[in-house]
């Protein structure tokens, strides 16, 4: 992911983020998860993408960082947000590593299929 997102220039990034204003933290519609494990949809009555805020240049509003027409997302911010997403999930234990293929785990298991 971090070396196709690298590939893509700053300003396409921007424009690429602006669009979906879904995943602003600002935008008017949050999932979240009850007590039951349950998605919940909260609807605020402004944000990114509410109709209210809906002109020429998008959707979001004034405080947010896709606000203005053009802009960029730097590469240094995309492997911050590339470090913390590995963070994250290295935390939650969802990161499998791939075996070591000299072990012999590995040797046993291909001999097996």
């Not at 992911?1 to 983020?17: A, V």
């Not at 349950?38 to 605020?44: G, L, N, Q």
């Not at 590469?75 to 935390?91: N, P, Q, S, Y």
């Amino acid at each position: 992911m971090l070396k196709r997102d690298l590939g893509i220039s700053p300003e396409e990034r921007y424009q690429h983020r602006k669009g979906n204003w879904f995943f602003h933290d600002l935008s008017y519609l949050h999932q979240t998860v009850d007590e039951n494990g349950k998605a919940v949809d909260i609807i605020k009555e402004s944000g990114c993408g509410h109709w209210s805020n809906k002109r020429e240049e998008g959707c979001c509003v004034p405080e947010c960082r896709y606000y203005f027409r053009k802009g960029r997302f730097e590469d240094g911010e995309v492997i911050e947000e590339h470090k913390k997403l590995v963070r994250d999930l290295t935390e939650e234990n969802v990161i499998v590593q791939p075996p070591d293929m000299n072990s012999e785990e590995a040797h046993a298991f291909f001999l097996e299929i």
